[in-house]
C-alpha cells in the first residue's frame, strides 16, 4: 500500500464575516455640508449670468421669443437628462455625477462667452442643461444613502439652501458687472467660481453610494425578480406607492415649474421695458427672493420632519401664488420685493418638504432615479411654459399671463389637499427585507461554517 500522504487540495481557513464601515453622524454631516458648500460656490455663478441672459440675447437683436427658446432647450435637456443620470448615480454611484455636472457648468460659461450669435448660445444652454441635470438626482441620493428618515428634510433643506445662495448676490453681482464692463466679466467670474467649487467637491465629496451597497441592491433585486419575468426592475415596479401621492407630488412640482417658466420670459421685459428697472434692480428684487430662500431652507427645511409633510406643503404653496398676483398689481419696486422676499420664504420650506417626502416613500437604491424623475417633470414645466407663453402673449398683456400664473398655483394648492402623510409602510417593509436578508447571510455563514468544521475533522482523522 502506498504511504504517501494523498495531495492536499487547499488550506481551510475560518473567514470571519465582512461587516461596512457605519455612517456615522458627524461624516454625514460632515458629507453634506461639503456637497452644500461646494454646490453654493457652482450656483454662485449661475446667479451672476442670469440677469444678463436677456440683456445678451438683446445684443443679438432678439427678445422674448428667443430667451423663451433658450429657458425651454435648457428645461427639455434636462427633461431627458435627469433620469439617465438617476440611473447612473444608482448604478455608478453618486460622486461621478456630481463631478460631472460640476465641470459642465464651468465649461458652459466659457462657452456662452464665445457664442457668437443666439443658435450657438441656446445649443451650449441644451448641453449645460442635459450634462448639468444628475447634480440633484445625485446630491438627493446621498441624503437617502446617510440621512435617517426622520431628518431628511432638514438636510434637504441645507442642499437646496445651498442652491439658492447664488441667487443672494449673483443678480446684483451680474448686473454691476454687466453695466460696468459688458457682458463678457459676468461669464468669466461665472467660470471662476464654478471651477473653484469642482475643485471643492473633488478633493471633499466622497462615494456614499459604495459597490458594496450598490451589490447588495443587485443582489435583492435579482432575488425579487424571481417571482415572474416581468419584474426586470422596470420603471414600473420601482415607482413609489401608493401611486397617486407620487402622481400627486409630480403634478404639483410640475405645476410649480411651469407657472414660473411661463411667467419668467414675460416678467423679465416686463420689468426692464414696462417698469423701466435697471439690470442692478432686477439683480435686487431676485437677490431679495434668494435671501429668503437660503435662510428659510437652512432654518427651516426641518419644519416637515416635525409637523408632517402635508401641512408644510399647503403652507409653502400660499406665497408662490400671492407670488404671481403681486406681478399682475403691483408697479412699486419696495412693495415687489417684499413680495419676491416671501415667495422666496415660502418655497424655502415647500421644496425640502417635497424632496423629502419622495425620499420617505423610495428606497434609497432607487432614490436618485426617482429623484430624477421629479427633475424630469420640473424640466418639462421648464419646456412647457415657455411655449405656453409664447403662444398666448400676442393675445393678452403682462397682467394676464401674471394672472393666468395666478390661477394655477391656485390649482396646485388644491390639489396639495389631497395628498396625506407618508405611508412608510414601503420603506419599513424594506428595512425588514434588509434584515432578513442579513440573517439568511448569517444562517449560511453558520451552515458553511459547520461544513467546513467537519470537512476539516474528517480530514485530520483520516491522516491519523
Known amino acids: 500500500m502506498n504511504n504517501e500522504k494523498s495531495p ?46 436677456a440683456r445678451r440675447l438683446g445684443e443679438f437683436g432678439d427678445g422674448v421669443k428667443e430667451l423663451g427658446f433658450l429657458t425651454v432647450a435648457f428645461a427639455l435637456a434636462q427633461l431627458i437628462g435627469a433620469p439617465v443620470w438617476g440611473i447612473v448615480a444608482d448604478r455608478r454611484g453618486r460622486r461621478p455625477v456630481i463631478l460631472l455636472a460640476q465641470i459642465s457648468v464651468t465649461l458652459s460659461y466659457v462657452g ?17 442643461g442635459f450634462l448639468t441635470a444628475g447634480l440633484f438626482p445625485a446630491a438627493m441620493g ?9 431628518q431628511r428634510a432638514r438636510w434637504v433643506g441645507i442642499i437646496m439652501g445651498s442652491y439658492a445662495v447664488g441667487m443672494i448676490f449673483g443678480p446684483a453681482i451680474g448686473g454691476f458687472l454687466y453695466d460696468t464692463w459688458g457682458y463678457a466679466a459676468p461669464f468669466l467670474l461665472s467660470a471662476v467660481v464654478a471651477f473653484l467649487a469642482l475643485l471643492a467637491s473633488y478633493f471633499n465629496i466622497t462615494e456614499t453610494h459604495s459597490p458594496e451597497m450598490r451589490w447588495r441592491a443587485h443582489l435583492r433585486a435579482r432575488r425579487s425578480s424571481t417571482e415572474s419575468a416581468v419584474k426586470k426592475k422596470s420603471l414600473w415596479s420601482i415607482l413609489p406607492r401608493p401611486l397617486y401621492i407620487f402622481s400627486t407630488l409630480l403634478i404639483i412640482d410640475f405645476i410649480g415649474s411651469f407657472s414660473f417658466a411661463f411667467v419668467e420670459p414675460q416678467m423679465i421685459f416686463y420689468f ?52 404671481y398676483i403681486g406681478l399682475a398689481v403691483l408697479t412699486d419696486y419696495d412693495l415687489m420685493i417684499l413680495v419676491a422676499a416671501l415667495a422666496g420664504l415660502g418655497n424655502a420650506i415647500l421644496a425640502p418638504a417635497i424632496s423629502a417626502y419622495y425620499l420617505d416613500i423610495t428606497p434609497s437604491e432607487n432614490s436618485s432615479r426617482i429623484i430624477g424623475i421629479k427633475e424630469s417633470f420640473l424640466a418639462l414645466g421648464g419646456v412647457m411654459g415657455p411655449l405656453a407663453v409664447a403662444v398666448i402673449a400676442p393675445y393678452t398683456t403682462p397682467q394676464g399671463i401674471f394672472w393666468i400664473a395666478s390661477i394655477l398655483g391656485l390649482s396646485s394648492l388644491l390639489l396639495a389637499l389631497l395628498l396625506r402623510e407618508p405611508q412608510r409602510s414601503s420603506v419599513e417593509a424594506h428595512g425588514i427585507q434588509e434584515e432578513i436578508s442579513i440573517r439568511r447571510g448569517l444562517a449560511a455563514q453558520a451552515s458553511l461554517r459547520g461544513i467546513v468544521m467537519r470537512a476539516y475533522a474528517t480530514r485530520a482523522s483520516d491522516r491519523t
Request: cysteine-free; proline content about 6%; overall charge positive.
Open 272 to 323: 426692464y421695458d414696462t417698469l423701466l428697472w435697471t439690470t442692478v434692480q432686477f439683480g435686487v428684487v431676485v437677490g431679495a427672493y434668494g435671501v429668503m430662500m437660503v435662510f428659510g431652507q437652512m432654518l427651516l427645511g426641518h419644519l416637515s420632519d416635525n409637523r408632517g409633510r402635508k401641512p408644510i406643503i399647503l403652507l409653502g404653496l400660499v406665497p408662490s401664488l400671492f407670488f
Open 112 to 128: 456662452y462667452l464665445f457664442a457668437p450669435n443666439t443658435v450657438l448660445f441656446i445649443a451650449v444652454r441644451a448641453a449645460a
Open 8 to 53: 492536499i487540495l487547499g488550506k481551510v481557513i475560518i473567514a470571519q464575516s465582512f461587516k461596512p464601515q457605519p455612517m456615522t453622524p458627524n461624516r454625514a454631516r460632515n458629507i453634506i455640508l461639503l456637497l452644500s458648500a461646494s454646490v453654493a460656490l457652482m450656483m454662485t455663478g449661475y446667479g451672476i449670468v442670469m440677469p444678463v441672459f
Open 142 to 150: 446621498v441624503v437617502g444613502d446617510i440621512v435617517p428618515e426622520k
